[in-house]
């Protein structure tokens, strides 16, 4: 029996779609959401980062979710996200860079801070399995 992937978006700096962060995330979440498969994620008003990004873009959740639904191509996808938003080089630009500060100062810490503890826990496992281990045997 083939075990059911979870859902996971693409991250939030990826810029695959229109060149512009978050959008392709946005994608995959407005595509899952409508088939059903969206898991414990949340798409358009329900989430505060698509809310963001659908708000710079001026484009409603629901237009943008019936637009990738029936454009299968990220390109032109992009293409008409592009079309759509109004939104300049230097507005993109400016919008991505403001992106990528935001996921520095917050989400890497917080994956940072999660790495660390689970490494903390591998190395006192190690510890104590080496503590009762095959080591005792060797007067170690």
Not at 77 to 83: H, K
Not at 116 to 133: H, M, P, T, V, Y
Request: hydrophobic share 35%; net charge positive.
């Amino acid at each position: 029996m083939k075990k059911k992937r979870t859902f996971r978006p693409r991250d939030l700096i990826n810029k695959e779609v229109a060149g512009i962060c978050g959008v392709a995330r946005l994608t995959d979440k407005a595509r899952a959401d409508h088939v059903g498969e969206i898991g414990s994620y949340k798409y358009g008003a329900a989430s505060k980062q698509d809310a963001g990004i659908l708000s710079f873009l001026g484009i409603s959740a629901e237009a943008f979710q019936e637009a990738a639904v029936r454009i299968h191509n990220d390109i032109r996808l992009g293409a008409w996200v592009l079309d759509h938003c109004g939104k300049s080089e230097k507005d993109i630009s400016a919008f991505n860079r403001k992106l990528k500060i935001w996921w520095q100062n917050s989400v890497p810490r917080d994956t940072y801070s999660k790495r660390l503890r689970e490494l903390k826990r591998e190395e006192e496992r190690r510890r104590d399995w080496s503590a009762g281990s095959i080591w005792s045997l060797f007067g170690s």
